[in-house]
């Protein structure tokens, strides 16, 4: 026994009960960035983000007027907006909630200890403003200026989808319409005029009834697009549309046009291509590629299927060997939306109105590529 005694007292060193002290101290020593670990992921996100803002500071002064009452400042909006969607917050009166006594929220976002969190109401009216400067759009591009710095992106190979973005908004909710569209001029196929043109929803009436798959059930919705590049799957173009059967393929080609260089500008030997899925299988979608210098590499139907007819692809462009290599590409864009779905405020947007979802969508998609380069830039490089 007493020998088991010993070897507990080594083990388990005898020692006084520390007092529960009540009275909280008045001051710290501490700033606030130093309680921030200096390994935490937020450190490196911050640094992009300021560099991207800092570069946007004109375009931000834009916004504002030279008189009246200081408002929220722009580049706290956005961080703070940033953190609902890396920390998967729900609200705006949640993420204000947690502001007020979580520090590293406090420190990404820029306030110090001591200073008073925005009322929730103020917040969200100061949001309206960077909505309508299609703010996101810009800090996407700054973070893709900050990517092609370090190299990141390939500037030839690229991958587009789509993605359903449920809508804040009841199926109870529609009703039929007053003026439905003419016949030929719906969302569907050739202009057919389907179910979602002839009703509306009261509460949102920009999300429209729809679904992907013949099996699937028709939810309030809008369409997501994304498009990125073949070497990181870092999104370069993304924008967020009403949802009909033809919006992926005409924002494809949108999305290119912003992001590539004219045919008649790029070097010749550049040969550029796009990989996607069997739902950009579109004479008129091809031909637009075509027209634009990028080589098709879409997935076709298989043979034997009612859908055989539709493939527009010639023999050489399916035999390109490279066409292998961007199927096998096409699933990095699928990691981007189950990302941003998985447990985030994309899974059903909480803003209605088409530009509304659009902004926060491309924010989402920014969001998307900090966490990923925060990986693939050098730690050294995003010091602060």
């Known amino acids: ?140 591009q700054e973070v893709m200026l900050e990517a092609r710095q370090h190299d990141l992106l390939s500037e030839e190979h690229f991958t587009v989808d789509g993605t359903l973005i449920q809508a804040w908004a009841a199926a109870r909710s529609f009703q039929e319409k007053t003026d439905p ?53 870092l999104v370069v173009a993304a924008e967020a549309t009403l949802a009909a059967t033809v919006a992926e393929r005409e924002a494809a080609l949108r999305m290119l046009d912003r992001t590539v260089a004219p045919k008649d500008e790029r070097n010749s030997e550049r040969k550029m291509t796009l990989g996607a899925d069997t739902q950009y299988q579109d004479e008129k979608f091809v031909q637009g590629l075509r027209d634009r210098g990028v080589a098709p590499h879409l997935s076709e139907y298989t043979q034997g299927g009612s859908n055989m007819g539709k493939n527009s692809l010639t023999d050489e462009e399916r035999q390109d060997p490279r066409r292998t290599i961007s199927q096998r590409k096409r699933k990095l864009i699928e990691r981007v939306f189950g990302w941003s779905k998985l447990d985030r405020p994309l899974r059903q947007v909480k803003l209605r109105g088409l530009k509304r979802v659009d902004w926060f969508y491309r924010l989402t998609i920014v969001a998307h590529n900090l966490v990923r380069m925060r990986r693939l830039i050098p730690i050294e490089s995003l010091a602060q």
């Open 181 to 233: 569209p003419a016949p030929g001029a719906g969302s569907g196929h050739k202009g057919e005029v389907l179910l979602r043109d002839k009703v509306e929803s009261t509460t949102d009436p920009d999300a429209r009834l729809y679904k992907k798959a013949a099996a699937d059930k028709s939810v309030p919705s809008y369409q997501g697009h994304a498009l990125i590049e073949n070497r990181n799957g």
């Open 1 to 140: 026994m007493a020998v088991t005694s010993f070897f507990a007292v080594l083990l388990y060193p005898i020692s006084m009960r520390g007092d529960d002290q009540k009275q909280s101290a008045m001051f710290s020593y501490l700033t606030l960035a130093q309680r921030i670990p200096a390994d935490h992921p937020a450190r490196q996100i911050r640094v992009l983000v300021d560099r991207g803002l800092a570069r946007m500071d004109g375009e931000l002064e834009k916004l504002y007027s030279d008189t009246g009452r200081p408002s929220i400042a722009p580049e706290r909006l956005l961080r703070a907006t940033l953190l609902m969607i890396l920390f998967s917050i729900r609200s705006e009166r949640q993420l204000m909630e947690q502001m007020n006594y979580n520090l590293l929220f406090r420190w990404f976002v820029g306030l110090e200890m001591d200073d008073a969190v925005w009322d929730v109401t103020v917040f969200t009216k100061n949001r309206e403003r960077l909505i309508a400067g299609e703010v996101s759009q810009l800090l996407l």
